[in-house]
Every structure is written in structure tokens, then in C-alpha cells.
């Protein structure tokens, strides 16, 4: 039983185009977030949401919109999409009281061409 | 800043122990952490220690934390070409628990 699982896996798909990434999580967290990690590996935070609620929002271009409908799921729509958006994207939660723990996703890889 | 810095990469022999390091500059971190991430899957928590902790073992993982010097490593002994991966050192940032990753060391196994 999984955990936090994201769909899709892989992401191909042409520069202008509109996407959204969904993620899910089944461990009654209250915090979910979304990571990007770049091909030279670094990872980093884009967005966190605490019981449906935006708190962290990184620089990140407004293009991206995470929206979450429930504390369960967190998704990323991203618009217009650029060859720099070229990333494995990760989603996480953690129970925010706790604070110690992050489950992560398998990931999306996302490809722009 | 929100540097976390490590070496890129270690290479070492199977039975050997290794010891991948990480530098922070928050002080104010109240955990600290080691994830590992195999080739084209997801982060895996390894362990993590407190900030009011100077060491902590777990079977083959020994984390040493010094605070003073905002240092953490990883010792794994007894390497296994099972641990090849990438390994992360994380600290959680203030009030959002955000994870500022480190820039990650590639962990090579020979047999």
C-alpha cells in the first residue's frame, strides 16, 4: 500500500503545452509538498501546503500552481511549459505537529521537448 | 543563506566503511537528516538526529552531528554494493518544515 504516490511516473511533452502532476497521500499527514530535482540532482523545495493552506511558496514562476483539494492531495498544474522545466518532481508529506519524518514519492519525470 | 554543502562523490571498496560529509548553515535546524536515492527511484529516509545530539547509530549507520562546527556525516560500515546511491544530508528549516537538501554525494561501491 503506498504511501505517497504520484501520477504520472513519466511526463514527455511539448514546450507551450499545459500539464498537471497528482499526487496522493494515504498516511493522514497534514502537510504535503513538492520538490523539484534538476538533472545535476539538486533538490528543492517549490510549495508546501499545511491542511489545505499555501505556506511555503518558493521563487518558483508563476506558471506553476499547486492546488490542493483535500489534505490528501497536493497537484501541480503547470502552464506553458519550457525546456527548463525539464525535472523529476517530487511530492512529500509529513504531520506538521510530529515534524520529523517527510515521506517522498516514487517522483514524475517530467520531459519538455 | 540556505547553502547545505557535500563532497560530489566517494568511490570505495565493498567491506570498506565510508564517510560522506555535510556542512549547513542553519543553526537553528532541529533535525537533521540522511536520505539515500537509488538510481531512477524516489528518497528513502535513512535516519536522522536532533540537534541536541552529538551521535546516533543505527545497525550499520553511525550520524555524528557537530554543532559548533555545523558538520554532520554519514559513516556506513561494512559498505555493500547494495548501498550504492546518492545520499542526501537535509536540515529542516524554521517553522515550515521544509527540507533544504544538500547537494548530494554519489556513493560508488566497487566489488
Known amino acids: 500500500d503506498t504511501a505517497v504516490s504520484q501520477t504520472p511516473k513519466y511526463l514527455v511533452t511539448q514546450m507551450g503545452n499545459d500539464k498537471s502532476i497528482k499526487c496522493e497521500q494515504n498516511?493522514?499527514?497534514?502537510?504535503m509538498y513538492w520538490y523539484k530535482q534538476d538533472s545535476k540532482k539538486f533538490l528543492k523545495i517549490m510549495f508546501s501546503y499545511n491542511n489545505k493552506e499555501l505556506i511555503i511558496n518558493e521563487t518558483v514562476p508563476n506558471r506553476f500552481s499547486p492546488k490542493s483539494p483535500d489534505k490528501a492531495h497536493l497537484n501541480l498544474h503547470i502552464n506553458s511549459l519550457e525546456l527548463g522545466d525539464s525535472a523529476v518532481y517530487f511530492c512529500a508529506s509529513s504531520q506538521k505537529s510530529q515534524g520529523v519524518e517527510a515521506f517522498f514519492g516514487q517522483g514524475t519525470r517530467l520531459t519538455v521537448v | 543563506g540556505e547553502d547545505v554543502e557535500q563532497s560530489l562523490f566517494l568511490s570505495v571498496r565493498e567491506g570498506d566503511s565510508s564517510v560522506i560529509n555535510c556542512t549547513y548553515t542553519d543553526s537553528s535546524s532541529t533535525y537533521l537528516y540522511w536520505y539515500k536515492q537509488e538510481p531512477g527511484a524516489g528518497l528513502q529516509l535513512l535516519t536522522y538526529i536532533f540537534s541536541n545530539m552529538d551521535m546516533k547509530q543505527d545497525q550499520r549507520l553511525t550520524v555524528l552531528l557537530n554543532k559548533k562546527d555545523k558538520h554532520l556525516s554519514l559513516r556506513i560500515a561494512d559498505t555493500q554494493t547494495g548501498d550504492s546511491a546518492i545520499y542526501f544530508c537535509a536540515e529542516k528549516g524554521g517553522a515550515t518544515n521544509k527540507l533544504i537538501f544538500g547537494t548530494g554525494t554519489l556513493l560508488a561501491v566497487q566489488p
Open positions: 498516511l493522514g499527514h497534514d502537510t
